[in-house]
């Protein structure tokens, strides 16, 4: 009997097994394509071959600076080139990427900065006073490097003792970096919200970080060279990976500070600008956007955007204007996106309204997500696809965190029983799609009965005077909860709190009409997410506290 194929001693050599990692990327796309363009900021333009040497510079001077594997390097940095070379240099060198929201205070950055014990900072002017802040409450020494960005006029200061631009002059752009010599090293350290206490901080390896970027060029069928304007920011979830996604497809990074209307139709139709991201206010944004800013665009844009579903005003906005939206759904702790709303040639038959229903939905697991599930987190069975059982969204594979930094009994409690627990809920339809119906937080008990903050949320943005709805919890002496609504109008619109309610009636069942209205500026992240924790706090929810 000839022996098993597994009994063999086929050995695992450097001439058949590599440790995958992003970086490799970066290495291709400036050996196959150096001249092409790589980076678009202002007036600046850098080819692959200059981003690469770079890079390697950058890494180089990590490195003469004794800094090396596992060794934390923190940014503070808007769009900008520097910040697509953070994401390569700084793990070239063996170091760890920890992209900090340039929005926090600094007692939050500091917490960061301490806890991911970072050895250097690299600052852009803009973020100095708090950064200065941040750092003058470390207690400790860590070398800050100031870039001066020369598209930002505005105010700012130097703050450490080297420019960017000198410490590159340190390195080598010949510099021998090495590839990790196990894809399970950290490659960046992403800290959560932490809106009851300190964030957590989310460690990605190096084969996440390489499966997640190859998926997302899976799941936009992505071609060579796309052209890629950077709305979403590089601090958040790592854009998405997508630093990487580019550099694979040899593609053209568009640089953007900050996150107009004007300026990104003025990057669309100046660059070609073929692929871009972003929470659903942004999309928002240039739906609502004066019709002489959208002028001129005739090619195809691809546009992504993330979370809950977005309303069906802003799809049916987003195809008048010509741009394909994707939806996509994940947490920082899977990499950013990890489900896609993959669309079937059939949805193209329904009506506007029905295939906006079918692309609302979170959908189906990325191409190198090992699974996703909506579990019973009691009995952790699946719930049956009947598109009415509630369960936990939960995920399995090699685009899942490594674990929270510090925090063995977070990371047991997020991995238990053997799946990642996002704490969305979420239903399974029959033909195998989720869609998430809250966090568990959001859930509204009114007198028994469970309300979705979400579907009064949908219902409420179909009425042509909303532009950004979001629903809490208020106490109430009967039901114990009822619907709070809080609502920005467009500009020049007009309604009043009976005519919203008159509107969700016509809707929902009588028991998911909001109770209350309030009208007013609605609080957001900078990447767009509505900061319902402080929405909470000013309707007095009972769930205030646990957010």
């Known amino acids: 009997m000839p022996s098993s194929i597994f009994d063999q001693d ?8 590599a440790p995958l990692t992003p970086l490799t990327f970066l290495e291709r796309a400036a050996a196959v394509f150096p001249q092409r363009t790589a980076v678009v900021h202002g007036a600046l333009r850098r080819s ?23 060794d934390t390097v923190a940014v503070m940095l808007p769009n900008i080139p520097e910040m697509v070379e953070a994401h390569f240099g700084i793990p070239m060198a063996g170091c760890v990427l920890n992209a900090i929201n340039t929005r926090l205070d600094p007692a939050s950055i500091a917490f960061m900065l301490e806890h991911g014990e970072a050895r250097v900072v690299i600052v852009d002017r803009e973020f100095a006073p708090v950064a200065a802040a941040a750092v003058a409450q470390l207690g400790r020494p860590i070398e800050v490097i100031d870039v001066d ?3 930002y006029a505005g105010p700012g200061e130097r703050i450490g003792a080297l420019d960017y631009e000198g410490f590159l002059a340190e390195g080598s752009p010949e510099f021998a970096w090495q590839p990790p010599a196990d894809e399970w090293d950290a490659i960046a350290l992403n800290y959560t919200s932490g809106t009851t206490g300190n964030p957590k901080g989310v460690v990605y390896h190096h084969r996440g970080a390489y499966l997640n970027a190859v998926s997302n060029i899976l799941v936009w069928a992505m071609p060579h060279h796309p052209v890629y304007l950077w709305t979403l920011p590089m601090f958040h979830c790592n854009g998405w990976c997508f630093p990487w996604t580019v550099a694979a497809m040899a593609g053209t990074n568009v640089c953007l500070r900050r996150v107009e209307a004007a300026a990104i139709f003025d990057a669309i139709r100046a660059h070609g ?3 871009y991201c972003g ?3 942004v999309h928002s944004l240039l739906v609502n956007a004066p019709a002489e800013l959208r002028q001129g665009i005739s090619h195809r844009v691809h546009a992504m955007v993330a979370g ?6 802003m799809i049916e906005g987003m195809e008048r204007l010509g741009f394909e939206l994707t939806h996509v759904y994940g947490l920082t702790e899977v990499y950013g996106p990890a489900t896609v709303c993959a669309k079937q040639a059939e949805w193209e038959q329904l009506d506007v309204g029905e295939r906006a229903a079918k692309n609302g939905r979170q959908g189906v697991r990325y191409p190198m997500e090992e699974a996703v599930a909506v579990i019973d987190p009691e009995t952790m069975t699946p719930v049956p696809a009947d598109g009415e059982t509630i369960g936990e969204v ?3 594979g090699n685009i899942t965190m490594k674990g929270y930094l510090k925090n063995p009994a977070a990371t047991q409690q997020a991995f238990a029983g053997g799946w990642f627990h996002s704490g969305d809920l979420a239903v399974v339809h029959p033909d195998g799609y989720l869609r998430i119906k809250d966090r568990a937080k959001d859930i509204i008990i009114s007198g028994g009965e469970n309300i979705s903050s979400i579907e009064v949320e949908d219902v409420l943005y179909r009425h042509p005077a909303v532009m950004v709805a979001a629903v809490v919890a208020a106490p109430d002496a009967k039901w114990g909860e009822v619907p709070c609504a809080f609502i920005e109008l467009r500009e020049g619109a007009s309604v009043s709190a009976d005519e919203l309610r008159a509107h969700c009636r016509e809707h929902l069942a009588g028991f998911k009409v909001p109770k209350q209205f309030v009208f007013g500026p609605v609080p957001k992240t900078n990447t767009g997410k509505i900061q319902k ?3 909470r706090q000013q309707a007095k929810s009972a769930s205030a506290i646990d957010v």
Request: proline share 10%; glycine share 8%; net charge positive.
């Open 10 to 17: 086929l050995p695992r050599t450097a001439a058949n097994h």
């Open 48 to 70: 692959w071959s200059e981003l690469y040497a770079r890079c390697r510079r950058l890494a180089g001077a990590l490195s003469r600076r004794g800094l090396g594997r596992g």
């Open 149 to 151: 960005d020369p598209v």
């Open 273 to 275: 600008v073929t692929h």
């Open 279 to 281: 929470a659903p206010i």
């Open 308 to 313: 809950a579903a977005p309303p069906a005003a």
């Open 394 to 396: 939960m995920f399995r």
């Open 533 to 535: 924790f402080l929405l």
